[in-house]
């Protein structure tokens, strides 16, 4: 009995810490899609865009979260980040504040676009980053 | 109020860093813009008027990325345009061009993207006017850049290029030219004494002809003097020009003669032939 108790013990106390490893969100790698934007510590959704509307609801449901901060790198070239519609600055840009969830991030030189899509970042926040363009 | 702040690393170009305040932005308007431009405006044209278009450049610039306006980014790379144009600077002109970057970063995204009511520095009406004006502004600075790259390739014409090719008259040139023109003299002159010796001869027959009287034997005896005058005068010339002529010219020659071999080709010289006298040119080929 004392055997089986010394066994089940220490699979007791690992199975909560697996299962919050588990549940994580599988941001923590870098993830990147055909287009060549790679992604970590958040999902990407490669094309999409938010209008006024989706960005204010998003705004009002994470407004108490604690922020993210998102990091944008070029690989090469060079280019303009906008976010939720609104111009940031050249890239790269690091550490901009953002609340968790959604966001549409744009990435363009010029007439070029070489990125769009939307960012949910979890509600854990952390660090963000972005990179585009083919290694 | 928790205050947000956003560090931005903005890398190359030495691009200012615009200061955000990201998650709770201001509403960015054509009219609040417009206002927020007028004050920038009017200082940047006194930099202008005053020549200082590098000040205003960057005044333009440096507001344009904090306004978050395209239209002072434009004015910016106007100002550097302009610049190059009267340095000729081709430095200006490429950062003009680089700074037009940005501006169309922000122009094509307020046409083609999905844009917020958050940041409109204008109206969507002038989108495209803005756009032609910064194209505009791409291509006279390209244009500028190829204008002053070609000027730098041409040869630079030198007003005394002319006056350097003839260079410096050889040793003796003046004395053999002189001497030249004297010998030229002299032989106009044996031919006039020729002449009048002809004129002379001629009107002596007259005056021997027994069949000639009176007033013709008067008329050919005044031919006869004034060739006889004719006759000393020219071969007086003859004798003095060709005399003087020959001793310039040999002296010219001698002068050359002293000279660097290379300064001796093409002499002129007198030739005395059986049949008569002329000025030949002797040299190395």
Known sequence: MRRAWTLALPIMLALPIMLVMVARPAAAAEVCDEQGVCIDGANWESGGQLDDRARAKERKKQAKRKDASLTVELRQGRGSVFIDGVWIAPAPVSYVPLKPGKHDVEVRDGETLLARGILDIPKNGGDVKLTIGDE | ?285
């Open chain 2, 1 to 285: 109020m928790k205050r947000l702040t956003c560090v931005l690393l903005v890398l190359g170009l030495g691009l200012p860093a615009p200061s955000l305040a990201w998650a709770a932005p201001e509403e960015v308007t054509p009219e609040s813009t417009s206002a927020a431009r007028f004050d920038v405006e009017q200082a940047g044209q006194r930099m202008v008027a005053s020549g200082d278009l590098q000040a205003a450049a960057d005044l333009y610039w440096s507001k344009g990325f904090e306004l978050r306006d395209p239209v002072l980014l434009v004015m910016s790379a106007e100002a550097l345009r302009d610049l190059a144009d009267r340095d000729r600077s081709i430095p200006a002109a490429e950062a003009a061009i680089e700074r037009l970057r940005v501006a169309f970063d922000m122009l094509y995204y307020l046409r083609d993207s999905a844009t917020s009511a958050s940041w409109q520095p204008i109206t969507s009406e002038q989108v495209s006017t803005v756009l032609d004006r910064a194209e505009r502004v791409a291509s006279e600075a390209e244009a500028l850049i190829s204008a002053i790259e070609e000027a730098a390739k041409a040869p630079v014409v030198d007003p005394d290029e002319g006056k350097r090719k003839r260079g410096k008259a050889k040793p003796g040139t003046v004395l053999i030219a002189a001497g030249a023109g004297l010998l030229v003299l002299g032989l106009g002159g044996g031919g006039l004494g020729a002449g009048g010796l002809a004129i002379g001869a001629a009107a002596q027959q007259d005056v021997e002809d027994p069949l000639v009287y009176a007033v013709e034997h008067h008329a050919a005896e005044e031919r006869g003097q004034r060739g006889n005058v004719l006759a000393g005068v020219g071969f007086a010339i003859a004798g003095v020009g060709v005399i003087a002529g020959s001793v310039l010219i040999v002296l010219g020659v001698k002068k050359r003669k002293g000279a660097s071999p290379a300064e001796q080709a093409f002499v002129p010289a007198p030739i005395w032939l059986r049949g008569g006298a002329g000025l030949g040119v002797s040299g190395r080929f």
